[in-house]
């Protein structure tokens, strides 16, 4: 059974809430089991216990956060043993053009240097889901369906 890593930095709340949404849409793809956690929460021994790895946070000055950089330079330690596993990434911004497509390509960056695969999004936001402020409907649908997609991805791997 294929296991998810949902994981998120989250000041205000808004990330915390979006992270929640995946959480639901990857829960409800059958043979999935998801764990949520806080990134000051994940240890670097759930990234190579997970097939999927997304990870969240706010936009700052359009990157990611210190606290997920922290994790994303920590990862090092397993370079090459990522290889092969699902990676996303979600944003929350106080602004339309906040930076949001770049904090996720940041994190997406970082995935990729590890070999990770990353799942492209037809309809809505194409690099992974985006807020401004708090998630409204659009980004709640959004985040459910991102969550939904990737657990398909990886249980369709997994056979």
């Known amino acids: 059974m294929p296991k998810a890593l949902i994981t998120y930095y989250s000041r205000s709340g808004n990330t915390k809430k979006m992270a929640g949404h995946i959480k639901e849409g990857i829960s409800s793809v059958e043979n999935m089991e998801v764990a949520l956690k806080k990134i000051s929460e994940t240890a670097l021994d759930d990234l190579l216990s997970s097939d999927v790895i997304i990870i969240g946070c706010p936009t700052y000055f359009g990157v990611m956060t210190a606290e997920v950089?922290?994790?994303?330079?920590?990862?090092?330690?397993?370079?090459?043993?990522?290889?092969?596993?699902?990676?996303?990434?979600?944003?929350?911004?106080?602004a339309i053009a906040g930076g949001n497509e770049t904090t996720i390509l940041s994190i997406l960056q970082g995935f990729l240097i590890h070999g990770m695969i990353i799942q492209g999004v037809q309809k809505g936001g194409h690099y992974g889901p985006v807020a401004v402020g708090a998630p409204d409907e659009a980004a709640k649908k959004e985040c459910i369906n991102y969550g939904k997609l990737l657990g398909q991805l990886a249980v369709k791997m997994s056979k």
């Open 69 to 94: 950089k922290e994790l994303m330079d920590k990862s090092v330690k397993y370079f090459g043993k990522l290889n092969g596993k699902i990676g996303g990434a979600f944003t929350s911004s106080g």
